[in-house]
């Protein structure tokens, strides 16, 4: 038998409680899941887990929000152990990075950071940051409001397996300030914006 402490709600469930879809949590709450979680991942990253499926049905918290676990370790895998290539289907659709969309088998940490930028975004906006209905289609919306990566942001993009597909789209960067309410916190939306790199 396994035993677990108990946590009333998941991350998913809080936001939409608490939110409706309609604008995003309050700024110290955000401040202060996005702190448990950065420090959770960094602990696992420190002893070169990833957790490969970082969103926020898998971020518990008790019913005050004072206490943040990390959960469903199911994808998690050891950085750095030669075991052949990594899996591309890892992460739930909408949290995934762009090199995992673009078919890579050898990413690492920024997997799990760029998740955590998407949750972060989430938390701010009431309602996830991108919701593609296909790999293809993520990418795709990702590239649209973020701007498509060419060969000075991001030179390693032409050695993925799908790049060419995608490499003609040509968009407009939207700036993260556009897409989440008024009175986000710009440190937040700056942080994510990071994460997103």
Same mark, same amino acid.
């Given at each position: 038998?396994? *035993?677990?402490?108990?946590?009333?709600?998941?991350?998913?469930?809080?936001?939409?409680?608490?939110?409706?879809?309609?604008?995003? /949590?309050?700024?110290?709450? *955000?401040?202060?899941?996005?702190?448990?979680? @950065?420090?959770?991942?960094?602990?696992?990253?420190?002893?070169?887990?990833?957790?490969?499926?970082?969103?926020?049905?898998? %971020? /518990? /918290?008790?019913?005050?929000?004072?206490?943040?676990?990390?959960?469903?370790?199911? /994808?998690?895998?050891?950085?750095?152990?030669?075991?052949?290539?990594?899996?591309?289907?890892?992460?739930?659709?909408?949290?995934?990075?762009?090199?995992?969309?673009?078919?890579?088998?050898?990413?690492?940490?920024?997997?799990?950071?760029?998740?955590?930028?998407?949750? %972060?975004?989430?938390?701010?906006?009431?309602?996830?940051?991108?919701?593609?209905?296909?790999?293809?289609?993520?990418?795709?919306?990702?590239?649209?409001?973020?701007?498509?990566?060419?060969?000075?942001?991001?030179?390693?993009?032409?050695?993925?397996?799908?790049?060419?597909?995608?490499?003609?789209?040509?968009?407009?960067?939207?700036?993260?300030?556009?897409?989440?309410?008024?009175?986000?916190?710009?440190?937040?939306?700056?942080?994510?914006?990071?994460? @997103?790199?």
């Amino acid at each position: 038998y396994l *035993v677990f402490d108990f946590y009333q709600q998941d991350l998913a469930r809080f936001i939409d409680l608490s939110t409706g879809g309609e604008g995003g /949590l309050e700024d110290s709450l *955000v401040k202060h899941i996005s702190h448990g979680v @950065l420090e959770g991942v960094a602990y696992l990253h420190s002893h070169k887990i990833l957790h490969r499926d970082l969103k926020p049905h898998n %971020i /518990l /918290l008790n019913w005050d929000c004072s206490d943040i676990k990390i959960a469903d370790f199911g /994808l998690a895998r050891e950085i750095g152990i030669p075991t052949g290539p990594l899996a591309v289907d890892v992460v739930t659709l909408w949290y995934r990075a762009p090199e995992a969309l673009l078919g890579s088998t050898a990413y690492g940490e920024p997997l799990d950071v760029w998740s955590i930028g998407c949750i %972060i975004l989430e938390m701010l906006r009431g309602k996830a940051f991108v919701t593609g209905s296909s790999p293809e289609d993520q990418i795709c919306k990702i590239f649209a409001i973020l701007g498509a990566p060419d060969d000075t942001t991001w030179p390693e993009a032409d050695t993925l397996p799908l790049w060419r597909s995608h490499m003609r789209l040509v968009s407009r960067v939207v700036p993260l300030s556009d897409i989440v309410p008024e009175e986000a916190s710009p440190a937040a939306v700056s942080l994510a914006g990071a994460m @997103l790199k």
